[in-house]
């Protein structure tokens, strides 16, 4: 998993700032261009984490059975428990 974890530290401050940038811009200081500016500082690294991260987990199994269903079930109830986006996120 060291390379996942080299992955985190790399996109970690990128998304920092995202973070940073969405929950203290107002509506008067939005950019768009500044937004699409920061997503791309990470997106990159991010994206392959992502992808990387599945082969990761399905590693895993060696070691112990992992039950992927409850996995998907709890990841859904959570889901569901948040917002407007996770709400759109059960439509797809």
């Known amino acids: 998993m060291e390379g ?7 996109f970690g401050p990128g998304l920092a700032i995202f973070e940073k940038y969405v929950n203290e811009t107002t509506t008067e200081e939005y950019d768009g261009k500044k937004l699409q500016s920061v997503i ?7 994206a392959e ?5 599945i082969d990761t987990l399905l590693s895993l199994e060696k070691y112990e ?28």
């Open 4 to 10: 996942n974890v080299d992955q985190h530290h790399a």
């Open 49 to 53: 984490h992502m992808k990387d991260e």
């Open 40 to 46: 791309e500082g990470f997106a990159y690294v991010f």
């Open 65 to 92: 059975k992992i039950d992927w269903r409850k996995i998907n079930d709890d990841f859904v109830t959570e889901l569901r428990k948040g917002s407007s986006v996770s709400a759109h996120l059960l439509k797809s």
